[in-house]
């Protein structure tokens, strides 16, 4: 696995992070961009059927927009690490079409508890950008997300003290 570091070109990597917003408001998920497999894989710690047809959508114009920003920049043309047009998921398709989005399942959830928004210094927060950078850290180490055992104020002091 092999994300990409801020600044270095789209074809140097195997993954894209993406952390997304899907409803203005504090609702956080982490979309991961596969290119080799042509999928963005969605990590959501509130899979609802509510949030997924509202996710649906902005991960759903990523999905078709990605491919034509990808031809626009000439990520395509760059073969010095991945030869594209060799690869399974691009053959058969043209440079412009969408990704496949996969909603990852069976990963730890927010607690229903935690689902009430807080406040730190009279600003309203939620547990989402948490999980989404735990999502993250466990990704890019290489690890499986367990499907529970993630307990955000735990997390919350931890990404505090690191910071």
């Known amino acids: ?12 990597a195997d993954e894209v992070y993406v952390p997304t917003n899907c409803n203005e408001e504090f609702h956080w998920v982490l979309a991961v961009v596969v290119l080799k497999e042509r999928h963005i894989k969605v990590y959501d710690s509130m899979s609802s059927s ?12 990523l999905s ?4 034509k920003y990808l031809e626009s920049s000439g990520f395509f043309e760059q073969k010095d690490r ?12 043209n440079k412009s079409h969408s990704f496949e989005v996969i909603h990852v399942t069976g990963i730890a ?18 547990d989402y950008g948490v999980f989404v950078a735990t999502y993250a850290e466990f990704l890019s180490d290489g690890l ?16 505090a003290l690191l910071l």
């Open 1 to 12: 696995m092999f994300g990409i570091p801020a600044g270095l070109p789209w074809h140097l």
């Open 109 to 126: 959830q927010q607690a229903s508890n935690s689902l009430l928004y807080f406040l730190i210094d009279d600003i309203p927060c939620s």
């Open 82 to 93: 991945t030869n594209w047009s060799v690869l399974e998921s691009y053959q058969g398709k």
């Open 64 to 67: 078709t927009m990605l491919p």
């Open 50 to 61: 509510r949030t997924n047809r509202k996710l649906c959508a902005k991960i759903q114009k």
């Open 144 to 159: 499986q997300i367990p499907s529970d055992g993630i307990i955000s104020q735990s997390l919350r002091l931890r990404y």
